[in-house]
Antibody
Framework: EVQLLESGGGLVQPGGSLRLSCAAS????????MNWVRQAPGRGLEWVSG????????FYADSVKGRFTISRDNSKKALFVEMNSLRAEDTAVYFC???????????????WGQGTTVTVSS | DNVMTQSPLSLPVTPGEPASISCRSS???????????LDWYVQKPGQSPQLLIY???NRASGVPDRFSGSGSGTDFTLKISRVEAEDVGVYYC?????????FGQGTRLEIK
């Protein structure tokens, strides 16, 4: 079964750091670009970051650029996002999503994880 | 940024009736390959988002043919020919063409 499972969320103080993981199963992970998408409480969806299948190309939303780093370990079929200098406005459910148009394009997010909750508060 | 604007934001529909959601982008979504890069997602209550339509008009696997997408350039539409109770949720358009990728605000479809 094709599946994505996020982990690593939790409560962190402003200015703190957190590393989210997304474990993939049931498909050839390295053949797919991946995205992180978040949803603040009661709000809509916000794209956060994307990475190509090889990991060579990464993209970020302006709101997280310089603070978040996306990466992947294709040998372990895992996606990560390292989040530093966290702010209250980063509080959200974070979803990882598979992009199934290929390894270098970013439309068609056809598999989503269940999400992991990040709360930034003192 | 390419701003995505959806309307309406709330859509009460009687079962069996049609529904339509508009999505407008502030910049063209035409890729150099000639395709329009516009996807639709739905988030049903308590669930993760799921892909509905990609590249304007291609239904994702398992999506009923009562869902259809159309449009080009900056103007796009999602139509449901006959709404069913299971269609309740928030519908989002998204442009995966220009960084940062952007979503519309979401349209909440509810059953009357």
């Amino acid at each position: 079964e094709v599946q994505l499972l996020e982990s690593g969320g939790g409560l962190v103080q402003p200015g703190g750091s957190l590393r989210l993981s997304c474990a993939a199963s049931g498909f050839s992970f390295n053949n797919y670009a991946m995205n992180w998408v978040r949803q603040a409480p009661g709000r809509g969806l916000e794209w956060v970051s994307g990475i190509s299948g090889s990991g060579a190309t990464t993209f970020y939303a302006d709101s997280v650029k310089g603070r978040f780093t996306i990466s992947r370990d294709n040998s372990k079929k895992a996606l990560f996002v390292e989040m530093n200098s966290l702010r209250a406005e980063d509080t959200a459910v974070y979803f990882c999503a598979r992009v199934s148009c290929g390894s270098e394009c970013y439309y068609k997010m056809d598999v989503w994880g269940q999400g992991t909750t990040v709360t930034v508060s003192s | 940024d390419n701003v995505m604007t959806q309307s309406p934001l709330s859509l009460p529909v009687t079962p069996g009736e049609p529904a339509s959601i508009s999505c407008r982008s502030s910049q063209s979504l035409v890729h150099s390959n000639g395709r329009n890069y516009l996807d639709w997602y739905v988030q049903k209550p308590g669930q993760s988002p799921q892909l509905l339509i990609y590249l304007v008009s291609n239904r994702a696997s398992g999506v009923p043919d009562r869902f259809s997408g159309s449009g080009s350039g900056t103007d796009f539409t999602l139509k449901i020919s006959r709404v069913e109770a299971e269609d309740v949720g928030v519908y989002y358009c998204m442009q995966p063409l220009q960084i940062p990728f952007t979503f519309g605000q979401g349209t909440r479809l509810e059953i009357k």
